[in-house]
């Protein structure tokens, strides 16, 4: 093994050692950084729920157009009465007359 002085030991720690300073603003840094992500994460999300809200709003009208339809040919074929007709048009998610 090779003999190492005492001095040889601190020189190698001052030159690689990190100070508490260092530390904390490493420490800061990375924070911020973590916190820029978060927030571009959550953006991301919020857009990508929008989209799904839309998507879902578009294909219950779809649907709320088939049901309306469906009623309207009962109500024509005397199946059910207008006021039935008028009853079942009026319940969510897109209540009519």
Excluded: C, W, Y
Aim: hydrophobic residues 40%; without cysteine; charged residues 35%.
């Amino acid at each position: 093994m090779a003999d190492v002085s005492t001095n040889e030991i601190m020189e190698f720690l001052n030159k690689h050692m990190v100070t508490k300073e260092d530390h904390d603003q490493g420490l800061k840094e990375g924070a911020g950084n973590l916190r820029d992500s978060e927030l571009r994460m959550l953006d991301h999300m919020d857009e990508k729920l929008a989209d799904l809200k839309g998507d879902l709003v578009v294909m219950m009208r779809k649907e709320d157009k088939k049901l309306s339809a469906l009623i309207e040919l009962l109500e024509k074929k005397h199946v059910i009465d207008e006021q039935e007709a008028s009853e079942i048009l009026q319940l969510q998610p897109f209540p009519q007359r």
